[in-house]
C-alpha cells in the first residue's frame, strides 16, 4: 500500500467532523496524488483499498468505484480522477437548482451538521431556519453559527422539541449519510424523530444529498449501528451508557429525495443504486484491465 493511501485511510476514519462528500473527496484527492506512476493492476488495488476505507459510508464507495469505471473508459488515472472529482464539486449547484422547485422560502426545519445543507440553505437563504441541536456533540449548533453568519434567522432548539417545532416549519429537510437500494435513509439520530414530526405536522420531509450516496445491493455494510464513547453523554461508571450515532428512516416517511440529478421520489434510487452495483462490480471483481 502507498503511503499517500494509508495515511489518507487513517485521517479518513478518524474524521468525525467532516460529511460524506468531504470524505469522498479525500479518497479520491490520495487517489490522484498516486494515480500517474500506477500501473492499472496497482491503481486498482488502491482505489479497492480506498473504497473500503469506511465500509459504511457509500460516497466513498461510489465515487472511488466511479473513478476506478472512468479509467477503464479512458486508461488515464489522473484524468479519471479529475474527472470524478469535477463531477462531485459541480453537484452542488446542480442540487441548489433541484431544491428551487420544492423548497418554500420561508422557515425550514434540519438537524445535524450536513455540507449539502448547509450550502444548499446558504445558496437559497430561507427566511428562517430552525436547527436541532444535536447531541451529544452539537452539530446542530455548528450549522447555526454557518447559517448566521450568512445573514440567514435561527432558532436553535433541543430534539426534544421537534413536534412542537414542526408545526412552524413549510418543510423539513435533512442530510444523508447513505440512502439504501429501497430508498430508506441512514442519518443522524433523531432523523427519524424529525420525519416522524414532520408527518403529524403534515409538512413535507425531504432528504438532501448527491446520488453517489445511493448504495449498490452488494456494497459491504450500507448500513450498521455505529456508536461513539459513552463519556459524550454521561461519564458515571454505574449507569448503562448508549450513544448510537445512526439510523435508519423508512422511505414511507420521506417525501422526496433531493439530488443533483432532480427531486426523485424514494422508489426512483433504484436507478442509481443499479448504476452503482455495476461500478462496484467493475472495481471488486473484474480482472480486466
Known amino acids: 500500500?502507498?503511503?499517500?493511501?494509508?495515511?489518507?485511510?487513517?485521517?479518513?476514519?478518524?474524521?468525525?467532523?467532516?460529511?460524506?462528500?468531504?470524505h469522498a473527496l479525500a479518497a479520491l484527492r490520495a487517489l490522484g496524488s498516486i494515480s500517474a506512476d500506477c500501473s492499472g493492476e496497482e491503481l486498482r488495488d488502491e482505489c479497492r483499498r480506498l473504497a473500503l476505507a469506511r465500509p459504511t459510508d457509500a460516497a466513498i464507495e461510489n465515487a472511488i468505484a466511479a473513478a476506478w469505471s472512468r479509467y477503464l473508459e479512458t486508461g488515464n488515472g489522473p484524468t479519471a480522477v479529475s474527472d470524478t472529482i469535477e463531477a462531485i464539486e459541480t453537484a452542488p449547484e446542480e442540487l441548489s437548482l433541484a431544491a428551487k422547485k420544492v423548497l418554500p422560502s420561508g422557515t425550514l426545519m434540519t438537524l445535524s451538521?450536513?455540507?449539502?445543507?448547509?450550502?444548499?440553505?446558504?445558496?437559497?437563504?430561507?427566511?428562517?431556519?430552525?436547527?436541532?441541536?444535536?447531541?451529544?456533540?452539537?452539530e446542530g449548533l455548528r450549522v447555526a453559527k454557518c447559517l448566521v453568519r450568512s445573514g440567514i434567522s435561527v432558532t436553535l432548539i433541543t430534539e426534544a422539541q421537534l413536534a412542537l417545532f414542526a408545526h412552524e416549519a413549510d418543510a423539513v429537510i435533512t442530510g444523508a449519510h447513505t440512502i439504501m437500494p429501497d430508498g430508506d435513509l441512514v442519518n443522524r439520530m433523531g432523523t427519524r424523530l424529525m420525519a416522524l414530526a414532520a408527518r403529524d405536522a403534515d409538512v413535507p420531509f425531504y432528504a438532501i444529498g448527491e446520488t453517489m450516496k445511493v448504495a449498490a445491493p452488494s456494497e459491504p455494510v450500507p448500513f450498521a449501528p455505529q456508536e461513539g464513547k459513552a463519556r459524550e453523554i454521561c461519564d458515571e461508571q454505574w449507569l448503562e451508557v448508549r450513544n448510537v450515532y445512526y439510523e435508519v428512516t423508512p422511505s414511507r416517511l420521506?417525501?422526496?429525495?433531493?439530488?443533483?440529478?432532480?427531486?426523485?421520489?424514494?422508489?426512483?434510487?433504484?436507478?442509481?443504486?443499479?448504476?452503482?452495483?455495476?461500478?462496484?462490480?467493475?472495481?471488486?471483481?473484474?480482472?480486466e484491465l
Open 254 to 287: 420521506i417525501t422526496s429525495y433531493i439530488t443533483e440529478q432532480g427531486v426523485l421520489d424514494p422508489a426512483d434510487v433504484q436507478r442509481f443504486s443499479a448504476e452503482a452495483e455495476k461500478r462496484w462490480q467493475a472495481l471488486m471483481n473484474s480482472h
Open 1 to 22: 500500500m502507498r503511503t499517500e493511501i494509508r495515511t489518507a485511510i487513517k485521517e479518513i476514519q478518524a474524521d468525525r467532523e467532516s460529511g460524506a462528500r468531504q
Open 113 to 138: 451538521y450536513s455540507t449539502s445543507v448547509v450550502d444548499l440553505l446558504s445558496r437559497l437563504h430561507p427566511r428562517r431556519v430552525i436547527v436541532s441541536e444535536t447531541r451529544p456533540n452539537a
